[in-house]
């Protein structure tokens, strides 16, 4: 399969817009190579991969975009990690359809936190007729980097040396995404990261939820045989209201189109039915919710799958504020092919987990 419908001609046009506003976004954190050694070092960094934001660089980062953007991104910080590392909450936008992206809640799942702040520079900082208008039509808040101290760390946990966690690790610390359970209050919540979360959520009331997170390496199996990219999941706990769960397959078939457009190969997760998962639970509290999983490919793809990612985001927005999920068949999710095994030899720490996103 190559597409599903709901892609039309409007929205490959705007993808192409879009793709033309990326390139003077599309390198965010890289030195400018000398110009005689530009191809070597542009083939180095390739193969380096994507250099990744330290959390101070983060933190400026995003008060670059917000000076840039001349007030038009705000930051500001919803929360502190259990080590008292700030929690950024980027918002854009005056329009009434609202759409909250998280990443990066396990801290060694670093890629989408690369790709929002491309789409925070797409959205926010031009002030063209096209992205005024789409501004008018929408509020994005992202909250990027949602587990600084993992990510210090790079590994899946927050830190919290006192935890002796039913999810997570003693001595480590929580997985912050099995602490969304709907009912748990924010102040008695034990994961200070999953609070911040549930509080933005609670304050800026978005009616779409999407959640970035990275996975192993699968492939679809043979005759297909082509590695998947990019999978993704709705809401599966049984208690998630029929029609949130319609509006959640609808943004995942938009966002399976959008990724596919861009390249990308795309598949089921095969996610469980935990309330405590930010993609249940946001869908029981009646939210349109969406998973999407990053592939951890080679370095040399990095920058791939942080360009799919962000055409992801900037796309959905787009899609959402023009009121083009309405017309999607919630059906048409069913049909997105299941993900394949995984590719022999590629298990790493991370897939070590055997246990969701
Ligand atoms: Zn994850």
Same mark, same amino acid.
């Given at each position: ?11 490959? &046009? !705007?993808?192409? =817009?879009? %793709? ?8 965010? @954190?890289?030195? $400018?190579? #000398?110009?005689?050694?530009?191809? &070597? !070092?542009?083939? =180095?960094? %390739? ?8 959390? @101070?660089?983060? $933190?400026? #980062? ?296």
């Amino acid at each position: 399969m190559t597409s599903l419908p709901g892609r039309t001609a409007r929205s490959l &046009a !705007a993808t192409a =817009a879009l %793709a033309l506003l990326t390139g003077a976004f599309a390198v965010p @954190a890289q030195a $400018a190579p #000398a110009a005689s050694n530009a191809v &070597a !070092a542009r083939t =180095a960094a %390739a193969q380096a991969g994507v250099r990744l934001h330290s959390n @101070a660089e983060l $933190a400026r #980062a995003l008060q670059r975009i917000a000076r840039s953007s001349d007030g038009r991104v705000r930051v500001r910080s919803v929360g502190t990690s259990n080590e008292g590392r700030p929690l950024w909450f980027a918002t854009l936008g005056t329009g009434p359809k609202r759409l909250m992206y998280v990443t990066q809640q396990h801290g060694d799942e670093p890629l989408g936190t690369e790709s929002a702040l491309q789409a925070l520079a797409t959205l926010g900082v031009s002030n063209g007729k096209e992205a005024r208008r789409l501004r008018s039509k929408i509020t994005l808040g992202i909250l990027v980097r949602a587990n600084p101290d993992g990510h210090e760390r790079q590994w899946r946990y927050n830190y919290d040396p006192d935890a002796d966690p039913e999810y997570g690790e003693p001595g480590k610390g929580y997985d912050i995404n099995r602490y969304h359970n709907p009912g748990m209050a924010p102040a008695d919540n034990p994961v200070p990261e999953a609070a911040a979360i549930r509080r933005a959520h609670d304050r800026f009331r978005p009616s779409i939820m999407v959640d970035y997170h990275m996975q192993g390496r699968y492939a679809f199996p043979p005759p297909d045989g082509r590695e998947i990219t990019t999978s993704i999941l709705w809401p599966t706990n049984v208690t998630v209201p029929a029609a949130a769960l319609a509006s959640s397959k609808q943004v995942g078939v938009r966002v399976y189109n959008a990724f596919t457009r861009a390249g990308a190969v795309v598949s089921q997760y095969p996610g469980g039915d935990y309330e405590g998962i930010a993609r249940n639970a946001y869908g029981i509290l009646g939210g349109a919710s969406l998973l999407v999983e990053l592939s951890n490919l080679p370095p040399e793809r990095q920058r791939f799958q942080v360009w799919t990612a962000y055409v992801s985001m900037v796309d959905l927005a787009h899609a959402a504020g023009y009121g083009l999920l309405d017309g999607i068949d919630p059906a048409d999710a069913d049909e997105i092919p299941l993900r394949g095994p995984e590719i022999p030899g590629t298990a790493d720490a991370r897939s070590a987990h055997a246990h969701e996103s």
